[in-house]
């Protein structure tokens, strides 16, 4: 029995199925693009506040290593597994290889709720984890970065523990850590700032003015709440906005700046000053620009048949299912889809420039980080969708076998051990 299991690792090979066909590659070469080179689970015993030993389970799974070091954020959530995990190392590698990365794709996470941690608590686990992997990552083997539920502070202890196990300051060994300990400017907003460009791409194609354009945001987290503030600086009117505790939506428009002042002062959206809505129904209501940014699996096909937006922008990491993905496919060029391995992939191209800035000691600043991610982004963008025109398949498909494609030259170029 594999042990790849569960809905999400189940998506990835569907996907992967379906760009394999495409693309016209052998059954016999199939395996060795999908399954997983590494995977590595840990147990990470920590002391609670209380005096009691908490023992949580750990993961890493590095996808390829054909095209340098693995790359991939970490993930605190009491969903992860080892099946989830391995589907996002998955999806980081096509991500890469799309961007032009010189990176395989890794992603990993710790079973846990981070909310029920104390501050404390939090630090002994991160700095648990990193020291249980340290035989396994390096800033030439896999460079780990945040994700959901992880931080720059998170990455700042990574970085600690990986760094006093050295005996020196080793910045390169993860990314996304805070600007004053070797990270680089603009890695917090990159996300969200790429999803905000990508956005304004696909409404240049579809001829919609942004300061007319809507947008509904699910999550207001990291990147959530920055592709808020991003547009709505722009003049996109932000109509609805959730997150795991609260949901709101208004047609005039909210306040999303005071709502990022909100979780920042009380961590979650929950008591902000407005009225309340049923998280069930945002997805589907009426808007331009729809931006998932929390969980995988969220948009199923009976929400696709429902959704009401001229725009999907795909923040989080598989929130369309492939049965949806087909339905939307059914529906014809009605929703513009930013696959999220195009979409979300700020975050790493910015990584990659931190880890580039690291290694040379030599750092840039805030405007040319940004410049450099746009141009990234624009060629993606184009080539996406000119390959989805020149052979009618959807923009994910066109997407990710851009990626697959890559990864597979790559490899067969390197040979086989006889
Ligand atoms: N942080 C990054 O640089 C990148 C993140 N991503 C993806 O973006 C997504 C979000 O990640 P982050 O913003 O970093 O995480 P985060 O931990 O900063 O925020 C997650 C947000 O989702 C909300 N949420 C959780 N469950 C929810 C639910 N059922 N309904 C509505 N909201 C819910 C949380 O309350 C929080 O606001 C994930 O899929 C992640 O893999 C992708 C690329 C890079
Ligand atoms: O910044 C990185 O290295 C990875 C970010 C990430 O986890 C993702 O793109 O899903």
Redesign the pocket.
């Known amino acids: 029995m594999s042990i790849f299991q569960g809905p999400v690792f189940e998506m990835a090979r569907t996907q992967f199925t379906t760009i394999a066909d495409y693309l016209g590659i052998e059954e016999s070469e199939r395996d060795r693009l999908l399954l997983p080179k590494r995977a590595i689970a840990i147990s990470c015993p920590i002391h609670l506040d209380d005096g009691r030993t908490a023992v949580f389970q750990g993961y890493r799974v590095q996808h390829h290593l054909t095209l340098g070091p693995t790359?991939?954020?970490t993930r605190f959530a009491a969903s992860v597994d080892m099946g989830e995990v391995a589907a996002?190392a998955i999806w980081?590698s096509w991500?890469c290889a799309l961007a032009g990365l010189p990176y395989g794709g890794a992603?990993g996470g710790i079973s846990v709720d981070p909310v029920s941690l104390s501050p404390r608590e939090l630090e002994a686990l991160s700095r648990r984890y990193m020291q249980e992997l340290i035989p396994f990552v390096g800033p030439h083997v896999d460079?780990m970065?945040p994700?959901m539920g992880t931080n720059e502070q998170v990455m700042a202890w990574f970085m600690d523990t990986y760094s006093m196990y050295q005996g020196r300051t080793v910045n390169e060994i993860v990314?996304?850590k805070p600007v004053q300990s070797g990270g680089t400017e603009g890695r917090r907003e990159a996300t969200g700032l790429g999803v905000m460009h990508l956005a304004f791409s696909a409404m240049q194609e579809l001829s919609i003015e942004p300061t007319k354009a809507t947008a509904i945001i699910q999550g207001f987290g990291n990147v959530g709440s920055i592709a808020g503030i991003e547009l709505a600086r722009r003049g996109v009117r932000v109509i609805g906005v959730s997150d795991h505790s609260a949901c709101f939506f208004d047609v005039k428009g909210l306040d999303v700046e005071a709502m990022t002042r909100h979780v920042e002062a009380r961590g979650s959206l929950r008591g902000f000053p407005a009225e309340e809505f049923e998280p069930g129904d945002l997805l589907t209501q009426p808007c331009d620009i729809l931006v998932p940014a929390a969980m995988e699996r969220v948009i199923d096909a009976a929400k696709a048949t429902k959704l009401r937006c001229r725009i999907l922008a795909e923040g989080a990491?598989g929130p369309t299912t492939p049965e949806a993905d087909k339905l939307l496919e059914e529906r014809g060029s009605d929703i513009f889809v930013i696959p999220d391995i195009l979409c979300?992939?700020g975050?790493?191209i910015v990584?990659y420039f931190e880890w580039v800035q690291d290694l040379q000691q030599f750092f840039w600043g805030y405007n040319e980080v940004v410049s450099r991610l746009n141009q990234i982004l624009d060629r993606s963008f184009q080539a996406m969708v000119e390959r989805s025109r020149r052979d009618r398949i959807s923009h994910r498909t066109s997407a990710m076998s851009i990626g697959v494609d890559r990864v597979r030259l790559a490899k067969q170029k390197r040979g086989l051990f006889p």
């Open positions: 790359k991939g954020g996002l980081m991500k992603k460079v970065a994700d990314t996304g990491n979300n992939s975050g790493v990584s």
